[in-house]
């Protein structure tokens, strides 16, 4: 089956520090790639996503690119600032187009971020 | 503004005791799910709904139960014969795979925390 493999956390970085959270995946059909976000006491916001190989997601300075050769994902951000600081997961969901259309995402285990001033 | 409510945003439960989880979104999805989210695991599908009236298992539905009688509403109940269920719940919704770009792009609730007492 479909699984999501995230470093372990905690993570913990001075602010300004850069920032990579490795992903990879291993997947039955041609996955889209998703981060999620959660801040502390809530639920999950999508960060970015990617639909296909090579393509790459980017928000709030947060950058990932799908590498179908690696089956990779890794998340990264140049400068990091507190308000950063949160549980970060990834996800993946089979392609409908590839004629194995899920309903169900798969989520790594998440890696907590902690920046400190 | 269009989005996922849950209530109530802390839930006590005395062992023995059935509680219902509300959910209601007004985003026109028509797929719902509900996940589970205990530290350290990530998250665990519970139930998902493509449709009303009709709703199918996820990996840990044992001692849950869910109806959809409206296109908005997924409550979720946490029966007696749940053995551990402290934990935080999370609420979901999407268009139908398929008819986003191929892929399954969640929208989450702030979540329900349940603790037994």
């Known amino acids: 089956g479909d699984s999501v493999t995230q470093m372990e956390g905690p993570v913990t970085l001075s602010e300004e520090a850069f920032l990579t959270i490795n992903c990879t995946y291993t997947?039955?059909?041609?996955?889209?790639l998703f981060w999620y976000v959660q801040y502390p006491g809530e639920g999950l916001q999508l960060l970015l996503k990617?639909?296909?190989?090579?393509d790459k997601g980017s928000n709030k300075g947060f950058e990932a690119t799908y590498r179908k050769e690696t089956t990779s994902f890794h998340l990264e951000k140049g400068s990091v600032q507190v308000s950063d600081s949160a549980v970060y997961f990834c996800a993946l969901s089979e392609n409908a187009y590839s004629g194995a259309g899920s309903y169900q995402l798969t989520f790594g285990k998440g890696t907590k971020l902690s920046v400190i001033p | 503004d269009g989005g996922i409510t849950q209530s109530p945003k802390y839930l006590f439960r005395k062992e023995g005791q059935n509680v219902t989880l509300s959910c209601e979104q007004n985003l026109n999805h028509d797929a719902m799910y509900w996940y589970r989210q205990d530290p350290g695991q990530g998250l665990r599908l519970i139930y998902y709904s493509q449709i009303v009236n009709d709703f199918q298992k996820g990996d840990i539905a044992e001692g849950y139960s869910v109806s959809r009688e409206k296109k908005e509403s997924f409550p979720l109940t946490v029966t007696s014969a749940q053995k551990n269920p402290t934990a935080f719940y999370l609420c979901?919704?999407?268009?139908?795979?398929?008819?986003?770009?191929?892929?399954?792009?969640?929208?989450f609730g702030p979540g329900t925390r349940l603790t037994v007492l």
């Open positions: 979901a919704s999407s268009k139908i795979p398929g008819t986003s770009g191929g892929y399954n792009e969640q929208f």
């Open positions: 997947a039955t059909g041609y996955p889209s």
């Open positions: 990617a639909t296909k190989a090579d």
